[in-house]
């Protein structure tokens, strides 16, 4: 889908990156001026609290800086943005990781674009996020990985996603010109944030609702479809019987009548 | 030929004079046959048929041929599909799939994709050839009615065509809700609503063609039958009845210098045609085996099997039932009303009369036409679309409309692609339904007319050769080149009606029949543009004239 | 002239042209209706003189061309070895999709070099080397000539005759009759295509009832009421349903989707106030239009939009149509919780579920 929909890196559409020019200048900006942050969070490792509480203020630097214009100064939102009090880690990651926030232009919803601000500072700012009032925490590497089934994972996913996102996680469309983005290359920390936190018009999936091990079957079975070629050659999208019928018609018959031309044509 | 192959060499050019082995055994071999079978007089009746070059006449080829591929590859899945719904655990090699309940037809499907070698190969070739067939039969139709090759004496050869298309339909459809996998399955749970809205008989109808509730476990079994045995016969029968009369009626042609409406001008079937047609067998086949080979078609194995509760974004039957689909979309809210104790669900039946009425319309367009023309005459020279302004005008109607149904089936994924939201597209496409047909009439009928308009300056009065010339007068002109008599020909050889005037009849009465008849005579010719005739192409050029009857010589003059 | 070249091939169908010239035309006296006949016509001029090709003059192109066709057929049987030396060197390896890629991608590119070599040589042979020169046949009108018809018509007055099908009125109608009745049977086997039962009470209910535990699709699992936490979108079926032996078919009435909103964004109408729990409310999954299931939640507008059809249905007042082909509600399935805080059903729903059908009012 040429939706903002794979990893960062992979984002193509070039058509609608004229506005996320400006970003892309601003993440720059950003990025020379977070790289002090990012070095200092990096190099503490040594007393976990102390360290804890350190990265707790660079996320309410960087909350004050970024985020508080539209969802206040102390996360109680206001007319342009909502509340973040008990959203969570996850949601915080999430909507900063993937670059959904911060904003550039209001819209039906927000689109995934580059990242403006590092691995670092996104848990900064979710460290921060979390600290102000309880919510859905961000994934462990343990969690991830906890199940592999990608059976289970991809029943529960024709069951729980396939509706909005398609069930080869190509995306789907929404009302009133929103979308279920494509989830083909989406980071597995990403996608985990997604299901807990509700992101937008997507629902919550708590863990009373898809259990832990079960959102990394999910995750196992999404990645299994990432690392897994297509099995029959090219797979068009994976939009279904409607890229195969513009295929027949457009390149299949295309090349038909070409062949029929050439052979009924006069020969010099 | 004929009956000489049967007892000396056949001729080709590089044939020795004595009688080498091989020219000996084929004619033991041809003898042999003969002697058995009577063959010869076939031969001689069809080895020299003439058979007219262009490359439109090549449509319904492709479509016979994709057929036997069809045949060849859906015998092979045959030997390995099982048409059962029996409930059984997935254990194939497919990982993502592995201990999940679904039925046998879908397990047989995975295996004959992942453990059979060049299964998936077969499947895909079957399933890219239906699509091709599909589509080759409809540019065939199109070619067909945009060139009036269905007129006299080849009506009937239209409707037999037509059934072969809506038997491809069904063909199509049943195949695609074999493997019973989430997305056939949802599209049969759409025709078993469809079915349920039709009003007194449909909640039998379903119950019955379903042989219990929605899904039951006789659907796909039932569909199999029909897809590979009854379907199958009838259309093998109409296929063979559409080919006879082909023969019957030999090919059209298009208007060219020496072509009439009572020769056939072309290359004989023994050898050229049959080696150009038996070569597009080939190619036919190659180019559905290199796609087959290259894109992936229906993956079910990520739509996994079959289950009422889960459904895909984008959910949409293969492309030739999209436009019924799309009437499902575009039906306008709230069309549901209560007959006393009985539901009359109108936004369910009135997409499926206004099909049913579209496919009659069309089915039945010859004959509305022979009727308005009144003409009872053979038509063997195809029309170029131009020359027939109001029936190019309304085909392109009816392709918008069909385009819009078309369109309207995958109307979400219009909406993502193109950022626009999924009810604006869905309205605009509601709009474009009744106004797109409209439009695209008038502007078909304008460009048609202008084209024929722009035909006759050309052939009165030649290209405009951009060079200028200044006469001893001081005046200056631009030097027309003429056309040579046979490029003229192409532009100036059509048919031409007029309205009927409305007369009375022997009773002096003048009957409805006779009024509508004159009114769509009328709305079919009242912008016509006469062929150019002698007396105006001399007027154009004096000296022209002699020029154009040199070559003319024995033929007689198109046929009136 | 026959032919309209010099290059006459014996043996062409084409009879004398000349005296066939209006053989069509004899054989069709019919009425042109309202076509314009005008003597003022253009004359056809006759064939335009044929061109030879390359290959006709040039000995050399002939032979290149000879020599394309044999290597164009020598691919072909390239392509052919090539399949079947790829259907063994490359077979599948159980589970490993990479390798069915590849089978399939090495084998149908044999098969189709195979196929393809074979039909582009067969039209290169035709177009290069074959003769181009166009021939001419005559058309005949399409009925048979009238002593042919006339005998047929003779053959039926006999066969009438000899029969005394006309004649013989009695047993003309009760052949008819007769005929005409002979599918009766037909119509009457096709009704053990499905089993006794009436339908349509089977459509009017579903396996809900008072008591039955929401659970999760698939495991089948009990929802507690605090599971359901705002935003949330649970994917229900009926406790039990994993037991029936018809379970796709109850499965197919009876999914439900269980959201939690707000108890003030609910609007609920008058006898419907106890059907939903502190803002959990359960609906029909399948689409009041055909069926589809209408399971697409968006958590901030709170409006289900079908992926098939597209209708959208508000339940923030009780699944009211917004946009869309559909004309009712989604049925809402009333809630409430047993003694141990889990959600379980009040009742079935309180009208059939699913697209409308003649008898739904029943």
């Not at chain 1, 973040?84 to 911060?102: C, E």
């Not at chain 3, 149908?108 to 001419?136: C, P, R």
């Not at chain 3, 499905?194 to 009017?204: E, M, V, Y």
């Not at chain 3, 999760?216 to 039990?240: C, L, N, Q, W, Y």
Request: glycine share 10%.
């Amino acid at each position: 889908m040429a939706k903002n929909s794979s990893s960062p890196v992979k984002s193509r559409a070039a058509g609608r990156r004229s506005p996320l020019a400006s970003v892309a200048l601003i993440v720059i900006g950003l990025m020379s001026t977070g790289g002090a942050y990012a070095l200092f969070t990096s190099s503490a490792t040594a007393d976990s609290s102390v360290v804890k509480t350190q990265v707790v203020e660079e996320g309410a630097k960087l909350y004050a800086a970024n985020c508080a214009t539209c969802h206040g100064l102390n996360l109680e939102g206001s007319g342009t943005g909502p509340s973040l009090l008990g959203v969570g880690a996850a949601a915080t990651q999430f909507q900063v990781g993937t670059g959904r926030m911060p904003l550039a232009a209001s819209g039906p919803q927000a689109p995934q674009k580059p990242a403006q601000f590092t691995d670092a500072q996104v848990n900064a700012l979710a460290a921060f996020v979390a600290s102000k009032a309880p919510g859905p925490a961000a994934p462990t590497a343990a969690q991830l990985t906890a199940s592999n089934d990608p059976a289970k994972g991809a029943e529960l996913f024709r069951i729980n996603c396939a509706m909005c996102h398609n069930v080869a996680g190509a995306g789907g469309a929404l009302t009133e010109g929103k979308y279920a983005p494509s989830l083909s290359g989406v980071s597995a920390k990403y996608v985990w944030d997604a299901m807990v936190s509700g992101p937008q018009n997507m629902p919550v999936f708590n863990d009373n609702n898809i259990s832990p091990e079960d959102k990394a079957n999910i995750i196992t079975y999404l990645k299994y479809l990432d690392k897994t070629p297509s099995v029959g050659g090219y797979d068009l999208g994976n939009l279904g019987p409607v890229s195969e019928g513009l295929f027949i018609w457009i390149f299949g018959l295309g090349t038909v009548v070409g062949i029929t031309i050439w052979l009924t044509a006069k020969s010099n | 030929m004929g009956a000489s192959v049967l007892t000396t060499a056949t001729r080709s050019p590089a044939a020795p004079v004595e009688e080498s082995r091989g020219s000996r055994f084929t004619g033991w071999a041809a003898n042999y046959v003969d002697e058995r079978t009577s063959i010869s007089g076939l031969v001689k009746e069809l080895g020299r048929k003439i058979f007219p070059d262009h490359w439109s006449f090549m449509l319904g080829e492709v479509a016979l041929y994709s057929f036997v591929v069809i045949l060849l590859s859906g015998t092979f899945l045959t030997f390995f599909f099982q048409a059962s719904m029996t409930s059984v655990i997935y254990d194939g090699s497919y990982a993502p799939l592995k201990g999940i309940e679904m039925s046998n037809a879908m397990q047989s499907t995975l295996d004959i994709s992942f453990d059979i070698r060049g299964g998936l190969l077969m499947r895909q070739i079957h399933h890219w050839a239906a699509l091709l067939f599909i589509a080759s039969i409809g540019l065939h139709m199109l070619r067909i009615y945009f060139t009036g090759a269905f007129r006299k004496p080849r009506e009937i050869n239209w409707v037999v065509g037509f059934i072969l298309f809506i038997l491809a339909m069904a063909e199509g459809f049943t195949g695609y809700s074999l493997p019973d996998d989430l997305l056939s399955g949802n599209g049969l749970r759409i025709i078993d609503g469809l079915i349920k809205g039709i009003p007194i008989v449909g909640t039998w109808i379903s119950y019955l063609l379903f042989g219990s509730q929605f899904p039951g476990t006789d659907i796909v079994p039932r569909l199999f039958t029909l897809h590979i045995l009854l379907l199958p016969a009838i259309l093998v029968a109409a296929l063979g009845i559409h080919l006879v009369l082909l023969v019957i009626n030999k090919h059209t042609q298009f208007a060219g210098p020496g072509k009439t409406n009572n020769n056939v001008v072309g290359v004989p079937i023994m050898p050229t045609f049959a080696a150009k047609a038996g070569g597009f067998f080939f190619i036919i086949f190659g180019v559905i085996a290199l796609i087959a080979s290259l894109f992936t078609i229906n993956p079910i194995w990520t739509y996994g099997p079959y289950d009422p509760s889960p459904v895909s974004a984008g959910t949409q039957p293969d492309w030739y039932i999209g436009f019924a689909d799309g009437a499902l979309r575009l039906v306008p809210p709230h069309l549901e009303w209560l007959w006393g104790p009985y539901t009359f669900s109108l936004n369910i039946f009135l997409p499926v009369v206004v099909l049913g009425l579209f496919i009659v319309v069309v089915m039945f367009y010859p004959f509305l036409e022979a009727w308005v023309t009144g003409d009872k005459r053979e038509h063997h020279i195809a029309d170029r679309p131009r020359n027939a302004p109001t029936r190019t005008a309304i085909g392109a109607a009816g392709v918008t409309f069909y385009a819009v149904l078309w369109g309207a089936a995958s109307s979400d994924l219009i909406a993502t692609h193109f950022l626009i939201s999924i009810e604006g597209v869905i309205t605009t496409l509601q709009i474009l339904l009744i106004v797109g047909p409209i439009i695209a009439y008038f502007v078909t009928k304008r460009i048609c007319i202008g084209l024929m308009k722009k035909d006759r300056e050309i052939a009165l009065h030649g290209y405009e050769s951009g060079r200028i010339v200044r006469l001893p007068g001081g005046e200056y002109i631009e030097v027309h080149e003429q056309l040579d008599p046979y490029e003229r020909w192409r532009l100036i050889s059509f048919e031409d009606y007029q309205p009927l005037m409305v007369r009375p009849n022997a009773k002096g009465e003048i009957t409805v029949a006779q009024r509508v008849r004159a009114g769509l005579s009328n709305w079919f010719f009242e912008d016509r543009i006469a062929p150019v005739s002698r007396t105006e192409l001399a007027a154009a050029h004096g000296d022209a004239h002699g020029a154009l009857e040199g070559d003319a010589g024995a033929h007689g003059a198109i046929g009136h | 002239m026959a032919q309209h070249d010099d290059g006459v091939t014996d043996g062409s169908p084409v009879d004398d042209h000349t005296a066939a010239g209006s053989s069509l035309e004899k054989a069709m006296p019919h009425d042109s209706g309202i076509a314009v006949l005008t003597d003022d016509l253009m004359e056809n001029p006759g064939f335009p003189p044929h061109r030879p090709r390359q290959t006709d003059l040039d000995p050399k192109k002939d032979k290149r061309a000879e020599k394309q066709v044999t290597f164009l057929f020598y691919l072909s049987i390239v392509g052919s070895i090539f399949a079947v030396a790829a259907y063994v060197a490359f077979p599948i390896v159980p589970g490993d999709m990479e390798s069915v890629r590849t089978n399939n991608l090495l084998l149908g590119l044999g098969i189709a070099l195979g196929m393809l070599g074979i039909g582009l040589g067969a039209v290169h042979w035709a177009k290069q080397l074959m003769s181009d020169i166009e021939l001419v046949e005559e058309r005949h009108g399409t009925r048979g000539t009238d002593a042919t018809r006339a005998k047929a018509v003779e053959i039926f007055a006999l066969g009438n005759k000899e029969s005394g099908f006309t004649r013989r009125g009695l047993i003309r109608n009760s052949l008819i009759g007769a005929l005409v009745l002979t599918p009766i049977p037909a119509v009457v086997l096709f009704r053990d295509l499905a089993p006794a039962a009436d339908p349509i009470p089977l459509l009017q209910h579903t396996v809900w009832k008072k008591g039955t535990r929401l659970t999760r699709d698939p495991s089948g699992t009990p929802i507690k009421a605090s599971d359901v936490t705002i935003g949330s979108a649970f994917h229900v079926i009926p406790e039990g349903l994993n037991e029936l032996d018809d379970k796709l078919e109850e499965k197919a009435k009876a999914a439900v989707l269980l959201m939690r909103l707000k108890p003030e964004d609910l609007h609920v109408t008058a006898g419907r106030e106890t059907w939903n729990y502190d803002g959990i409310v359960a609906y029909s999954k399948i689409c009041t239009h055909v069926g589809c299931p209408v399971a697409l939640y968006e958590q901030q507008t709170h409006h289900l939009l079908c992926p098939c059809h597209q209708s959208q249905f508000d339940i923030t007042h009780e699944a009211a149509v917004i946009f869309g082909p559909a004309n009712r509600p989604l049925p809402q399935l009333p809630i409430t919780i047993d003694s141990e805080g889990y959600l379980v059903a009040r009742s079935d729903f309180h009208e059939p579920v699913g697209p409308s059908f003649w008898e739904r009012q029943f």
